[in-house]
């Protein structure tokens, strides 16, 4: 397949859908995960539960690094940026999540000076043009955009650029997933792994998933057929009583993943010994810090950061969606007191939240299209 319209064939779309209703085993029930948020979009965006049999469910996990991003963290970037002569610089999707004293939009409004980009290297290019100012970039992501991160500092460091630092929160997925298959809360018979994380990572950091917890994994790209092919493949590992890594998405993803990427990581940055996730709580050595070698760049070195605890808004019930528990219209605010424009929970304001995805594309839908399956 050359095209995205090959990925998005009906026919096929249907083929695959007969396949899987007749791989389920009669009276038995199906609960997979998909970990990545832009595979949630697609599921909803694209109706691909209409063309599953109501044996097989999907429900979302903790892969947005915004929707897990907790609200003390923040509160403690928005402290950072109120600081004088401070430039603080984000991803876009980060600027309307809230924290306890507001989002970034809030405290832009009240006066900081906080910044939208596109990379960080937009960051280190506000920093070499305001060399009388402190540039900080708000590092947010799983191990997809901590690569751009590290080189940028390492960048930085080369050129002797020493107004520019990192707000580091990047995040790892695999102590997430060992966190939800650990939790009483949720009982699942496999994974759609995450395409993005992977293209990193690889596959094969997911083996401990089926070796010691016998749960099958299957790294899927981000087409309608794509997801439709993985839960075929994640069946027929049931139905032949296999529990196995396998890569659905060989066309982007190297098995042992990017060399170079995980090394500017490796080199510039080491894990934290725990990390508060919103709705999972405190997992250890699930987020990345700036090594010794580079305190100069680390902002939670250079700047006295309260380093606070904010609990959630009692009605938002995201990190209930972020673990699966609960699909986003479930939630009690869903649609009504909380939507895209004005956000309560952090799943409501990502391009890759749940609640975001439900709520744009699957609100008034919450049975079903059985034609799809026939």
């Known amino acids: 397949m050359r095209f995205v319209d090959e990925y998005r064939d009906a026919e096929k779309a249907h083929h695959l859908a007969a396949s899987i209703a007749a791989l389920c085993e009669p009276g038995r029930q199906y609960k997979f995960m998909e970990v990545c948020g832009g595979h949630t979009h697609t599921i909803y965006k694209h109706g691909i539960e209409d063309y599953l049999p109501e044996a097989v469910s999907l429900v979302h996990g903790p892969g947005c690094p915004v929707c897990v991003m907790p609200m003390g963290r923040v509160d403690d970037a928005i402290h950072i940026a109120s600081q004088p002569n401070v430039i603080m610089t984000s991803f876009g999707d980060m600027m309307r999540v809230p924290g306890g004293n507001g989002s970034f939009f809030d405290a832009k409004a009240a006066g900081a000076d906080i910044r939208m980009v596109y990379s960080p290297l937009d960051a280190l290019k506000i920093a070499e043009r305001n060399p009388e100012r402190r540039v900080v970039f708000m590092g947010i992501g799983f191990e997809t955009t901590a690569p751009s991160t590290a080189m940028t500092v390492l960048r930085a460091k080369a050129a002797g650029i020493t107004n520019f630092s990192v707000f580091c929160n990047h995040v790892t997925i695999l102590p997430a997933i060992k966190a939800i298959l650990d939790s009483p809360d949720l009982r699942l018979d496999g994974f759609l792994g995450p395409g993005h994380v992977s293209t990193v990572i690889g ?32 069946l027929a590992q049931l139905a032949e009583g296999r529990s196995e890594v396998e890569n659905q998405y060989g066309r982007v993803v190297p098995w042992d993943g990017n060399t170079r990427a995980l090394q500017v990581i490796n080199e510039t940055m080491e894990p934290r010994p725990y990390f508060e996730w919103r709705g999972l709580g405190f997992i250890s050595h699930s987020a990345l810090r700036m090594k010794d070698a580079y305190a100069d760049f680390d902002a939670e070195r250079i700047f006295d950061i309260p380093g606070g605890r904010v609990a959630d808004p009692k009605a938002c019930q995201c990190g209930e969606v972020l673990k699966g528990v609960l699909k986003p219209w479930e939630c009690k605010v869903f649609g009504t007191a909380c939507t895209p424009e004005t956000p309560i929970g952090t799943c409501m304001v990502s391009s890759e939240g749940a609640c975001a995805a439900y709520y744009n594309f699957g609100r008034f839908t919450r049975e079903r299209v059985k034609e799809a399956t026939r």
């Not at 309608?224 to 075929?232: F, K």
């Open 203 to 234: 596959c094969r950091p997911y083996e401990f998933i089926t070796r010691d917890y016998r749960k099958p994994l299957v790294v899927a790209g981000f087409e309608p057929l794509d997801i439709l092919q993985s839960v075929h493949m994640l």
